[in-house]
């Protein structure tokens, strides 16, 4: 075997043992407190969100893997971690590494699908004009409010109800529009399948791009734990301004709303949303493109 074929890089043992450490402590930033909180069935309408929404261990997050092209010498192969020893990975002459050669076709389609969903999010044109009503529409004339075992709603619900009534929505989310309350589905102009995904979902839209990392967790381990890491971190910051710009009282929580209801609210939810499609942006591409070395190779 010619390693230089397999691996772009060769981290020594010494190096990557660092690299674990380090990423274990800039992971538990965001798992420690969810597992805290989890061990005593508590729970935090933001930070907990992507791991009780998302299907993905705490140790996804923590546990760091290096990605397609990156080789890790060792010395003693009982001291490799157990993660390194799966059928993903092989190990030669002291050095382990993510073995291309045991990706499935079935596994190499749902990659490929993943990457096409991604490009064409990408390729559309963003839409900031949404203004978090999905979580809005959400509670419209509801019978039963959603999150009402973890916070109350902010405003009455005639004030909820005239406001969904007075601003157009345009959810373009699949995911986000299935939870409308059934009064108002109809009121969306558009009306998002599962098998519209590609046509629909744009770069604007906070849950597109809070999706980067369930998307980002499903290419796992071939895209590596570094990039896993940064969408997670970006996800975060998606997941506080779309609670924020909520109908929900999160004051318990120190969480300070953006008031859509408003002009100036609408109008700081949309510099945040721009500001977080451009970072999504960036890192959309680097997931397409960790996909094309994985693919196209």
């Known amino acids: 075997m010619n390693l230089t074929e397999k691996a772009k890089t060769i981290l020594e043992w010494e190096e990557w043992q660092e690299i674990c450490e380090r990423h274990l402590v800039e992971a538990r930033i965001f798992t420690d407190g969810p ?31 290096p990605g397609i092209g990156v080789a890790l010498r060792f010395h003693d192969v009982e001291a490799l971690p157990s993660r390194f020893l799966g059928k ?14 045991s990706i499935s076709e079935k596994e190499r389609q749902r990659l490929s699908w993943i990457q096409s969903l991604l490009t064409a999010t990408q390729s559309h044109v963003p839409n900031f004009a949404c203004h978090g009503l999905h979580e809005w529409a959400m509670v419209y004339r509801a019978e039963e409010i959603r999150h009402s075992s973890l916070a109350p709603l902010r405003l009455p619900q005639r004030e909820i109800d005239s406001l969904v009534e007075s601003r157009s929505i345009t959810c373009t989310h699949h995911d986000a529009f299935r939870f409308f309350s ?55 910051r998606l997941r506080d301004l779309d609670m924020r710009a909520s109908p929900y009282d999160l004051a318990e929580w120190n969480v300070t709303p953006v008031k859509i209801e408003t002009p100036e609210g609408r109008r700081e939810y949309e510099a945040e949303q721009r500001k977080l499609a451009d970072e999504s942006r960036i890192l959309r591409s680097k997931l397409i493109h960790s996909l094309d070395d994985l693919l196209v190779e």
């Not at 597992?35 to 760091?64: K, M």
């Not at 002459?93 to 993510?98: A, H, M, N, P």
Request: glycine residues 6%; aromatic residues 12%; hydrophobic residues 35%.
């Open 182 to 236: 059934k009064q108002a589905l109809p009121l969306n102009r558009i009306q998002p399948t599962l098998d519209t995904r590609h046509e629909n979902e744009q770069p604007g839209c906070i849950h597109a791009n809070m999706d980067l990392y369930k998307w980002a967790a499903k290419s796992m381990p071939w895209i590596g734990s570094d990039l896993l890491l940064e969408i997670f971190r970006l996800a975060t």
């Open 35 to 65: 597992r805290f909180r989890g061990d005593r069935g508590e729970a935090h309408p933001v930070e907990d969100f992507l791991f009780r929404y998302y299907p993905y261990p705490i140790a996804l997050l923590e546990l760091w893997q």
């Open 88 to 101: 993903r990975y092989r190990t030669d002459g002291g050095v382990c590494w993510l073995d291309r050669d």
